[in-house]
């Protein structure tokens, strides 16, 4: 079965960067759509970005223009790299795959997913 580590969570203070990344045990090119999801205490679960093989990237209207997605087929990795973050980021965030389409995990369908890495920002 596919395993997908997160790591690069932690504490920063409001306004401050801190980049994702997810390791895939196999090759992230033969999942068709990559990407993350984050849940705070008490709250719903949100895709927050997600990116196909092709086409152009999705992000949640929360993040768009702060927050980019990238995928390394060489390393077999997805990258989250958040800017110009707020308390409201805080959350567990966690990495996730499909053989489907971003829609796909729009709805939630996420086939792959990693443990999560806890992000926290500081007001």
């Known amino acids: 079965q596919v395993q997908l580590v997160e790591s690069g969570g932690g504490m920063v203070q409001v306004g401050g960067s801190l980049t994702l990344s997810c390791a895939c045990s196999e090759t992230i090119f033969s999942i068709n759509t990559m990407g993350w999801y984050r849940q705070a205490p008490g709250k719903e679960r949100e895709l927050v970005a997600a990116?196909?093989?092709?086409?152009?990237?999705y992000y949640a209207d929360s993040v768009q223009s702060r927050f980019t997605i990238s995928r390394d087929n060489a390393k077999n990795t997805l990258n989250l790299q958040m800017n110009s973050l707020k308390p409201e980021d805080t959350a567990m965030y966690y990495c996730a795959g499909t053989p489907g389409t971003i829609a796909t995990m729009k709805g939630g369908s996420g086939s792959y997913w990693g443990q999560g890495t806890q992000v926290t920002v500081s007001s």
């Open positions: 990116k196909s093989r092709y086409g152009s990237p």
